[in-house]
């Protein structure tokens, strides 16, 4: 169990309002991700990062921000939240998994952040 | 980064084996392939990985030819509970993973 928390889970705000999204993990992993998912699609990509204070950019990230101060939080911000960011948030973890025919990383997910923006 | 193919949407019935083929023509020479599963309301879960030829697990068979320009996901005897949305997931060392729009497989009684 890779032991990732979101918070919130579920969050209603208004338009123009900030927005926080946590992901909080207890095993020390070095890859973190946010995705966003909305009714109907597949997931993308946000923002990533590759260690404390090392961040890039995903497939979407226009309107969010992220930061990772320490290595078990990696936040999701919404400087200003539009109805459009309106989805499911999903963090995610990169962690080896070895077997006797492969060995590399997969992802493992949390729960998810489900955000309104009314 | 690999761009994967899947088919939209699948149907079958119960007992019945089921086959997803995912197409990435693409794939750099070090590039694993992932399958993850995804109920509703769910993040998506770890099924399946392999490199090259068939790798199996207790629940599922990846096939993946010699040139790994595809692979299929081999679900033997699916039940009502297989009903979820099946990604292919292609990548490795930039750890930048970019999901496609998966395929989701509708199992009927």
């Known amino acids: 169990d890779a032991g990732i928390t979101q918070s919130p889970r579920h969050k209603v705000t208004e338009t123009g309002t900030p927005v926080t999204l946590r992901c909080h993990q207890t095993e020390n992993h070095r890859y973190m991700y946010w995705y966003r998912q909305d009714p109907g699609h597949g997931l993308r990509l946000i923002h990533y990062?590759?260690?404390?204070?090392?961040?890039d950019k995903g497939e979407v990230s226009d309107g969010y921000s992220v930061s990772r101060s320490k290595t078990e939080d990696f936040l999701l911000t919404l400087e200003s939240a539009t109805s459009s960011q309106t989805s499911v948030y999903f963090c995610?973890?990169?962690?080896?998994?070895?077997?006797?025919?492969?060995?590399?990383?997969?992802?493992?997910f949390g729960a998810g952040s489900r955000l309104t923006v009314l | 980064l690999a761009k994967t193919t899947q088919p939209i949407s699948m149907d079958s019935y119960e007992g019945q084996e089921v086959n997803i083929t995912c197409s990435h023509n693409n794939i750099a020479t070090n590039d694993y392939i992932t399958w993850y599963q995804q109920f509703p309301s769910q993040g998506p879960r770890f099924i399946i990985q392999?490199?090259?030829t068939k790798v199996t697990n207790e629940v599922a068979s990846l096939f993946i030819p010699a040139d790994r320009k595809s692979s299929t996901l081999s679900l033997p005897r699916v039940s009502l509970s297989d009903t979820a949305v099946y990604y292919c997931l292609v990548g490795s060392g930039t750890y930048k993973y970019i999901f496609g729009t998966g395929t989701r497989l509708k199992v009927l009684a």
């Open positions: 990062s590759y260690g404390v204070k090392d961040t």
């Open positions: 392999g490199y090259k």
């Open positions: 995610a973890i990169s962690e080896k998994w070895t077997s006797a025919s492969s060995g590399a990383n997969v992802l493992t």
